[in-house]
């Protein structure tokens, strides 16, 4: 989209685009662009949702205000239904506590993994696509390469010219796509809060990403340390904020 823009503004087209990957669009450069904190699929945040959503959209036309680019600006708000305030409800996988696997964060992630295999199956059959595989590898390799950083030693980037911030936050949409995919395939119709509310209290993935988040702050990658991948991207500020405050997910 980004390279798109250029060629339409060759022919005289102001254009203005969102961004959901950040680093992507910094490295293209486009003549106008609004990162948004958002999940994957949802460029303007959350739906049913139109007086937020008109928010995004004023932000981005915005943009049509600079005159010379290129232009990378930030949207200041997460999408509704990132609150931890939402009430808890009742999914169908009743996942195990993992003090088992306190020592083992690979092992928990890949059991929970497994556990929602058929569901995931279910919602790629019923919709006929997935918006899992952006990073390339498949899930069990996915949840390798996010918990390696949460030891000495993390894996490399396997695509050539990714730096580590890129990759893993291509690996950390990946799985949390894997999860929301696979629990919204559940009976209930669940809400988007519901899910997102579910994802950052009740699974070894919440606390991956929690720990993933730390080795970022304390990295001396500088593709991982600035904003907005660093501290703030891969887990949502309001629930970052009330997590942090009560010692992490519950």
Not at 139 to 150: C, E, K, N
Request: net charge neutral; aromatic share 10%.
């Amino acid at each position: 989209m980004g390279a798109l823009g250029h060629f339409i503004e060759r022919a005289g087209v102001p254009t203005a685009q969102i961004s959901l990957i950040r680093e992507q669009t910094a490295a293209i450069r486009p003549p106008r662009a609004l990162w948004v904190p958002f999940m994957l699929g949802r460029p303007f945040g959350a739906p049913n949702e139109p007086d937020f959503q008109r928010r995004v959209l004023r932000a981005l036309l915005a943009l049509f205000e600079q005159s010379v680019g290129p232009v990378l600006e930030d949207f200041p708000e997460d999408a509704p239904g990132t609150s931890t305030d939402d009430g808890a409800f009742a999914c169908p996988v009743s996942f195990a506590r993992p003090e088992a696997d306190s020592g083992d964060p690979a092992n928990a992630l890949k059991r929970e993994i497994a556990q929602l295999r058929p569901w995931y199956d279910l919602a790629v059959k019923r919709r006929g696509r997935t918006t899992f595989g952006i990073s390339g590898m498949s899930v069990d390799d996915a949840a390798d390469y996010a918990v390696s950083y949460l030891g000495t030693a993390p894996k490399t980037a396997a695509a050539p010219g990714l730096s580590a911030g890129v990759a893993l936050k291509r690996v950390c949409d990946d799985l949390k796509a894997y999860y929301y995919e696979a629990v919204a395939a559940q009976p209930g119709n669940l809400s988007p809060s519901a899910i997102e509310h579910w994802f950052w209290h009740e699974t070894v993935a919440a606390r991956v990403f929690f720990g993933i988040q730390q080795a970022c702050k304390d990295s001396a990658d500088p593709s991982l340390r600035p904003q907005p991948f660093g501290p703030l991207s891969l887990v949502p500020r309001t629930i970052y904020y009330t997590m942090v405050k009560s010692n992490g997910p519950e």
